[in-house]
């Protein structure tokens, strides 16, 4: 059945649920895109931010928790059985506390993840395919809409990165994945409910986007964008498979040697310095923290403490200020080691294994979240966005995970409502 007529497959139909599904969605989506409490931690205090992201992740998870414990409650606990493995990822997490260079900072960090994957969880259980993408889709679009309304207001870096826009969030990179993820999201709503109006809205979050100057979330949207129309297009019978497997080689077989052909002038090419932002000065001292604790990592949220001794040996020795490590892959080896990344990595190959199963099904929505894993996955590259207990990107990942079990479950007929 298609996309947008297909009934919520999430339990037994509760209409005002489904109703008001995407607009929860929305909400959460809102409120755990990091732009709300950045811009006012960035225009009235810090320390508030912080405490604002303490109470709306428990006071959402309370709130979420109860509904779904409400309206469905078999499944919200059969999502959390299914999604076992993201589920010991947040408890490694808690466990690390025990082996952590900043044990209270672990512990408060490791709690606010449990109760970050409790609300995607939640959502998980009670909302569609079609009410998570379109509340997403409408979320992003809110809050790039109230960044343009900011820019009088810090809206445009005048440090840094002087002239890039940020909207309502602390730098441009974090406004890039927020755009980024926002336009993929339009694109999916827009050719799944075959409404253009969500064909504008990406039109309008890449523009944003190229004033971002964010260049990684850039390339990498667009090419997320080309997975969902590539993945659409093979799905329609044999020929087009073929011809579009082998045109997808081929393009990237060109870009690949092109891009190894121009060497540093690739970077420049795209608008970025030879050392990535000072990315690659950072990492050869991240690698030798991570081979001095390969197993374990030195605790959630605990390498980058402000004043700790492992952030200020990275500063001296790569003579650059850094708050991640920017690398998604480094940073969950900083805070877990083999053992706690192992988690993570398994659950989201999972998932993606689960999503491709449903490329060539009559009701495969949960394929359209094979877009977000490339744009995840790759930007990850240059980016600490996954793992987190806060920002887009974690926040998606903690919903579009165990959705992904789920339905795969059900479509293996392994849950009845």
């Known amino acids: 059945m298609p996309y947008y007529q297909a009934r ?25 895109s990091q732009g709300l409490e950045s811009f006012i931690g960035r ?37 959390l059985w299914v999604n076992l493995p993201f589920q010991l990822y947040s408890l490694i997490a808690l466990a690390s506390t025990a082996w952590s260079t900043s044990p209270s900072n672990t512990l408060k960090s490791s709690i606010l993840l449990i109760a970050f994957h409790l609300i995607g969880t939640s959502m ?3 909302c569609s395919w ?13 809050l790039a809409f109230l960044s343009v309304l900011v820019i009088p207001f810090g809206g445009i870096m005048d440090h840094t990165h002087p002239g890039a826009f940020r909207g309502l969030w602390l730098e441009k990179n974090a406004t890039g994945e927020a755009f980024a993820v926002g336009a993929i ?54 020929v087009r498979f073929f011809l579009g497997s082998w045109f997808a080689i081929i393009v990237i077989g060109a870009v690949v040697a092109l891009l190894i052909g121009m060497g540093l002038n690739a970077a420049e090419l795209l608008g970025r310095e030879t050392n990535l932002t000072g990315r690659t000065q950072i990492w ?65 190959l999972r998932a993606i294994l689960q999503a491709s199963s449903a490329v060539f099904g009559s009701n495969g929505a949960r394929r359209y979240v094979l877009a977000f894993f490339v744009f995840a996955l790759i930007l990850s590259l240059t980016e600490s966005m996954l793992g987190d207990a806060a920002g ?3 926040f998606v990942l903690g919903v579009m995970v165990p959705k992904t079990a789920l339905g795969f479950a059900q479509a293996k007929g392994r849950f009845r409502h």
């Open 284 to 348: 050869p001292t991240i690698v030798e923290f991570i081979q001095n604790r390969p197993m374990l990592g030195y605790g959630f949220q605990a390498f980058w403490v402000e004043g700790s001794a492992t952030k200020t040996q990275v500063m001296h020795d790569a003579n650059f200020e850094a708050f991640n490590a920017h690398n998604a892959y480094l940073e969950m080896m900083l805070a877990f080691g083999m053992f706690g990344s192992f988690f993570l990595w398994a659950s989201i």
């Open 185 to 238: 999201a339009c694109t999916i709503v827009g050719v799944a409910d075959r409404n253009p109006l969500f064909g504008i809205g990406t039109l309008f979050l890449i523009g944003l986007l190229l004033l971002t100057g964010s260049a990684g979330a850039l390339a990498t949207s667009v090419l997320a964008i080309c997975a969902f129309f590539f993945v659409e297009a093979i799905r329609r019978g044999p």
């Open 124 to 126: 998980a259980s009670m």
């Open 43 to 79: 225009e009235i205090s810090m320390t508030l931010m912080g405490r604002m992201t303490l109470v709306m992740t428990f006071a959402t998870s309370f709130v979420m928790c109860a509904m779904a414990l409400r309206f469905r409650p078999r499944v919200f606990l059969f999502t």
């Open 8 to 32: 919520p497959e999430t339990g037994p139909r509760v209409p005002d649920l489904e109703r008001a599904a995407p607009f929860i969605a929305m909400v959460c989506f809102v409120l755990f």
């Open 130 to 142: 079609r009410a998570i993408w379109k509340g997403l889709a409408m979320a992003i679009l809110l």
């Open 392 to 394: 887009v990107t974690a």
